[in-house]
């Protein structure tokens, strides 16, 4: 048993506050998890939110079914570990039944469609919280992003009209009907995540890593070749190289970037000096400028 | 490491956005990919310089319209210190995401266009910053490189300001003017070859040398109860953890604590963090705690040490920024956010009008309208555990929610 000084680091402190409120608040929430590092780190502020009791709602992976095979096995292993349900629901699903068109072509993606497949889960359980580990600095329309964020039946975020957040009180009331988003490490960097991760010693998915991988080149940016699921012309050549993974959303719209950093040590220094954004390597932010925005208004996560 | 956290204030177009961009770049903050971005957009728009507003204003009707709508946090970081800077509207319409992004402020920037001196909006916002008792406020006079670099221009504002200043009932205030070019980026990072007259610091200077504690939450501790965590597993049987983030003071095992509003009292038996305990916890951390003695606690209640009691009423006085475009009248019922306690209050009194310019009150007024400060008084449907807002600024805060719409209509410091 340590006797000593506790002082939480205020980060940390703010995003437990947030859960706790959560489950005060809220009678069914959820905390979607998608494998990365963000909701990783969610899982472990949820866990020192509630410990002793275990984590009192369930995880909820939208799977796009082009996830890297390396984060769905370590999905698997932590929610067994934790002793928590996990929902998944598949994006698959509403492909086959005609609900919704699959993209082809050179950059088609499945990232659109999980937004349909995720209101759907939220309107068959009835989630009125959905816990999300969306932050601030990704990009400039999350930016603007409440922690409490309200979104209508059709999960629409109406950005131009929200709550103001005054303080550390937080706003849950809702219609019926409505949910809220919640994003608890919303004032957390890229870096704060990574030096997290490094300090708690928690488990991340192997693609986080450099690795040997084979690979292609397209538009400056690095692409998996290793998998059916990223579309490549024939003339785009696969060479191995030593690559890691900054972001792990679905594989054809996650791009690799060349590393050395084989450990948690050297991912949070090449971090530290990095000249390009994290989302930088995400095909989906570059369709338009207002790509983000347009789909956090359709309901996206 | 320490985080500073910043809000910006100002009338439309005095540079808020725009400085903020200058920041991120004279830092070297702005990756690459953002750089580029900045920089296509601006060919694009016909300019011939960088309009780094482009980095900060997210929202397509934004970029639209040239202006910030809603509050936009900015991070970045020195080798000293992380700083959380909020970009906030300038619009009167939108002076309620202004209070958001200034209200978990420790310092504020307020700018000002040289060329118009002081205006409506920079009363306002002076105001706002010293109702919330921001305890660092820059007075920024920019667009310095429009009006020749003038010391007479800025030496006029500094002096209109302070005047302002020493009529603020908020005395704990730290004033500092420095006179910037956001745009051609004088004084922000790199200090400015046009203005000799200028002995002080550099802006970027003067932010990193700020405390990053928030010296103004130094008070009695307040350990509002989130919730209570009861694990019913065999290990923990009888576990019983208050769930909370402390205010205002440290806890230590063994204190004596009194549950509010009940006032039964037990000492602190543990204080657990994660899968360990600690001896004493510091304010500022979420941990759970557990007492001695099995006394009845719910959320809402509030721990606090024996000799340190808070004012316990159903009735209080209070100051109001009104952000609700339904005006606030006496005799309306509104549900109220006390931290995390959730009771019902009565408008018993609109009792006055603030003027933002400090130049007095308007007694007895029908009603108090969006983007309005007013004073009133309020009846709850239930004891408050509450200090004043000079004494704790988060015991001494809180939200009023219109139940019909179920929007935040008002923000509250308690007298
Ligand atoms: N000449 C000059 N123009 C500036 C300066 N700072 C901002 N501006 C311009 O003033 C306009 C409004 O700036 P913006 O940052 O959008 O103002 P905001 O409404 O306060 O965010 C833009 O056209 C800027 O380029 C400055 O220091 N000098
Ligand atoms: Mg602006």
């Not at chain 2, 060329?115 to 706002?128: A, D, K, L, S």
């Not at chain 2, 406020?137 to 500094?158: G, H, T, Y």
């Not at chain 2, 952000?323 to 009771?343: C, F, T, W």
Request: charged share 30%; glycine share 6%; aromatic share 8%.
């Amino acid at each position: 048993m340590s006797k000593e000084t506790i002082q939480v680091d205020a980060l940390e402190s703010e995003a437990i506050f947030i859960f706790r409120e959560v489950v005060a608040q809220f009678e069914k929430p959820v905390l979607l998890f998608s494998g990365g590092k963000d909701s990783i780190t969610l899982v472990r502020l949820a866990q020192k939110a509630f410990y002793p009791a275990k984590i009192p709602f369930p995880l909820m992976h939208i799977d796009t079914g082009h996830n890297f095979p390396e984060t769905i096995e370590f999905r698997d292993r932590l929610v067994e570990e934790l002793g928590v349900e996990l929902i998944v629901r598949n994006v698959q699903d509403n492909i086959d039944s005609g609900r919704v068109k699959e993209e082809t072509g050179r950059y088609a993606s499945r990232n659109m469609l999980q937004t349909e497949t995720l209101l759907d889960a939220i309107e068959e359980f009835g989630f009125d919280a959905c816990i999300g580990g969306a932050r601030r600095d990704e990009e400039k329309a999350r930016a603007k992003e409440r922690i409490f964020s309200v979104r209508d039946d059709f999960g629409q975020w109406d950005e131009k009209n929200q709550r103001p957040e005054v303080f550390d009180m937080l706003n849950g009331r809702i219609d019926l009907g409505q949910n809220v988003r919640v994003f608890p490490i919303s004032n957390w960097t890229e870096l704060d995540v990574w030096s997290y991760i490094e300090q708690e010693e928690i488990e991340i998915p192997s693609i986080y890593f450099a690795h040997k991988r084979k690979t292609f080149v397209r538009d400056g940016m690095i692409w998996s070749a290793d998998d059916a699921v990223v579309y490549r012309d024939e003339e785009e050549e696969v060479v191995e190289r030593m690559v890691r993974f900054r972001t792990v959303g679905d594989m054809s719209c996650t791009a690799a970037v060349l590393s050395d950093a084989v450990d948690i040590v050297k991912v949070v220094e090449e971090i530290r000096d990095s000249s390009i954004s994290e989302r930088g390597a995400r095909i989906d932010d570059k369709r338009s400028e207002a790509a983000m925005e347009k789909r956090k208004q359709q309901g996206y996560f | 490491m320490k985080v500073l956290k910043i809000a910006t204030a100002g009338s439309v177009d005095d540079g808020k956005s725009t400085l903020i961009g200058r920041i991120l770049y004279d830092t070297k903050s702005l990756t690459d990919d953002k750089l580029e971005a900045i920089e296509e957009k601006s060919r694009q728009r016909g300019f011939d310089y960088l309009d780094f507003s482009l980095a900060t204003d997210g929202l397509v009707a934004e970029r639209e319209q040239g202006i910030t709508i809603d509050v936009a946090h900015i991070y970045f970081s020195t080798p000293s210190k992380s700083f959380i800077i909020a970009d906030t509207p300038g619009h009167i319409e939108y002076t309620r995401n202004m209070v958001t992004g200034a209200s978990t402020a420790q310092a504020s920037i307020v700018l000002i266009d040289a060329r118009n001196g002081v205006v409506e909006q920079t009363y306002r916002h002076f105001f706002i910053n010293n109702l919330l008792r921001i305890k660092d406020v820059v007075i920024a006079v920019n667009k310095m490189d429009l009006v020749d670099f003038s010391e007479e221009k800025f030496n006029a504002i500094k002096g209109e300001i302070e005047y302002l200043a020493s009529k603020s009932e908020y005395k704990g205030q730290n004033l500092t003017f420095i006179p910037l070019s956001a745009l051609k980026g004088d004084n922000v990072v790199d200090k400015s070859d046009n203005m000799d007259w200028y002995q002080g610091e550099t802006l970027m200077h003067h932010l990193e040398r700020l405390d990053a504690d928030d010296i103004n939450d130094e008070s009695q501790t307040r350990f509002p109860v989130q919730t209570v965590i009861r694990p019913k597993t065999e290990e923990y049987h009888d576990y019983r953890g208050y769930a909370g983030k402390i205010y205002g003071g440290d806890i230590e095992v063994g204190d004596e604590v009194a549950v509010l509003p009940s006032l039964t009292t037990s000492k602190v038996k543990s204080i657990n963090f994660f899968d360990k305990e600690y001896q004493k916890a510091k304010r500022g951390s979420s941990v759970t705690i557990t007492l001695e003695d099995n006394v009845n606690v719910s959320r809402g209640d509030m721990l606090v040490k024996v000799a340190e009691q808070p004012t316990i009423a159903k009735q209080l006085d209070a100051t109001i920024c009104w952000m609700d475009k339904e005006p606030l009248q006496a005799s309306q019922r509104y549900y109220i956010k006390h931290g995390v306690n959730d009771a019902q209050a009565k408008i018993t009194q609109l009792k006055s009008i603030i003027k933002t310019d400090f130049s007095g009150v308007e007694e007895n007024p029908s009603e108090l309208e969006l983007n309005q400060i007013g004073d009133i008084q309020l009846k709850l449907s239930k004891p408050l555990s509450f200090d004043a807002y000079k004494d704790n600024k988060s015991n001494g805060s809180f939200i009023l929610i219109n139940p019909k719409t179920n929007n935040t209509v008002g923000v509250g410091f308690i007298k």
